[in-house]
């Protein structure tokens, strides 16, 4: 039986920064609670005192403000998977969630939580940063952005330090049409990713004006493919690009850095990394062409 | 002590802060219907319907079901009075040892009001957070397209439907 702790429940975002400031590191900020109360069962982290942030309002909405939708990071897993928001806007978002974990534990865990949780493995990271998503965090201080990309800096490590508290992930909403595609290797449908590759373009009068790819399970934190990315910029969408989207696979293939472990070797993952990032940019370059490109 | 909605009934229970629901459901309220076999999220046998969505309750802490409406097996139906759902699980043989069982049946009242018309397969993937170590999977899905049908019988409207 793991050592007890106590429960705060915070009335606003104020005063939960005031409880994690006052209580320390051994104070955890508390959303679904999936990750953090299986870490805490098998001892892998102390817990003095659970900021129960769950009663918090306004939070939890997926809406569109100022060219970007704003996710608030008490929104569920199973919110994300049910936004038309994020669907008509061909993010990637809601299909990526529906892979995550079963359908009664998305309804509990929180896509602020599996941010800050940063498992190398976790399915939205990588598509966030494709997206050039920003996590939005609260401190005393007041209000600021960090990018997705570097809002990660280690394995479950982020930048995330005192009191401060993420709040919402913003995705851009570009002007030209964009689309984001997210794929991955698991063993079985509601198992994490071994390997996986995001990818986001943006097409205007026919030219890709953005390409964004950002590989997941190869590194602690996901990976840009950037040779990739510039490979891709500046063509014609209509073009036949078969040899660009291989040598964009080849590309990522030399940007990963993945280890070996008993989930998967490192050969099959870089060579994973290849194929997933060729079927992404398929995918997204067949849904940007449709009307409107 | 918190106040809940179990069942339709108000309780004032304890709980403990680090407790998890599916815990003191069992303990405080004796609903022994909530199964619990993994602990982790992974096997869905302790599946109950908080606020009209299924949640593993060994994952969701007791103190956050503090003012919540919470539905377990024993709030659906009970020996005399079957819930059409768990009547199409004894029609359809679906299960053999039953300790899964409340949680899929549970999970299928979720899934039939999200949708009410599902195909086999996305009534598989529907109980795909649900795992039956007797290896019940083809009845588990015959039984709630039965209890689709059921179901639909039972709604207003839908009288003439066919098949």
């Not at chain 1, 534990?105 to 949780?117: E, Q, Y």
């Not at chain 1, 490192?266 to 849904?287: E, H, K």
């Not at chain 2, 019940?136 to 049908?149: E, G, R």
């Amino acid at each position: 039986m793991r050592k007890p702790f106590g429960y705060l429940r915070p009335a606003s975002v104020a005063e939960a920064l005031e409880m994690k400031a006052e209580h320390g590191p051994a104070a955890r900020y508390w959303a679904g609670g999936t990750d953090l109360m299986l870490q805490w069962r098998r001892g892998e982290v102390e817990i003095a005192q659970c900021i129960d942030l769950t009663g918090l309002d306004g939070l939890a909405g997926i809406d569109e403000r100022s060219g970007a939708i704003r996710i608030g990071a008490l929104a569920s897993l199973d919110a994300l998977d049910h936004a038309a928001l994020l669907d008509r806007h061909q993010t990637g978002v809601p299909a990526t969630a529906r892979l995550m974990c079963t359908k009664q534990t998305r309804t509990i865990a929180t896509v602020g939580g599996n941010m800050c949780n940063a498992s190398p493995g976790a399915d939205l990271s990588p598509l966030f940063v494709a997206l050039d998503a920003k996590a939005v965090i609260r401190t005393f201080e007041g209000q600021g952005d960090v990018p997705m990309e570097e809002f990660f800096t280690g394995v479950n490590r982020t930048v995330l330090d005192g009191e401060a508290l993420l709040t919402a992930i913003v995705v851009p909403l570009p002007a030209a049409r964009r689309a984001a595609s997210y794929r991955r290797v698991a063993r079985t449908v509601v198992d994490i990713a071994l390997v996986s590759s995001a990818v986001s373009v943006t097409v205007a009068e026919g030219v890709i004006t953005d390409a964004r790819i950002a590989l997941g399970s190869v590194a602690p934190v996901p990976v840009r493919v950037r040779k990739g990315e510039e490979l891709l910029a500046g063509r014609t969408a209509a073009d036949d690009l078969a040899e660009a989207i291989d040598e964009a696979g080849a590309l990522a293939e030399e940007a990963a850095q993945p280890i070996s472990d008993v989930r998967a070797g490192a050969s099959y993952r870089r060579r994973m990394c290849g194929v997933l990032t060729r079927r992404a940019l398929r995918d997204v370059l067949s849904r940007t062409r449709g009307e409107g490109a | 002590m918190i106040r809940l909605t179990v069942n339709g009934r108000t309780f004032d229970v304890e709980a403990r802060p680090h407790e998890c629901l599916s815990d003191m459901l069992r303990r405080e309220l004796g609903l022994h219907g909530v199964r619990v076999s993994c602990s982790e999220g992974e096997c869905g046998s302790c599946t109950v319907i908080m606020d009209g969505e299924p949640v593993t309750s060994c994952l969701v802490l007791a103190m956050q079901a503090e003012g919540r409406d919470v539905l377990t097996i024993e709030g659906l139906g009970n020996e005399d009075n079957l819930h059409p759902i768990q009547e199409a699980f004894i029609e359809e043989q679906g299960f053999q040892c039953a300790f899964c069982t409340p949680g899929f049946i549970m999970a299928a009242k979720a899934f039939l009001e999200e949708n009410s018309d599902p195909t086999a397969e996305e009534a598989a993937i529907a109980m795909s957070g649900n795992i039956c170590r007797c290896g019940a999977y083809p009845y588990i899905v015959k039984s709630v397209l039965n209890a689709a049908q059921k179901l639909g019988k039972g709604r207003p409207g839908d009288e003439g439907r066919s098949g």
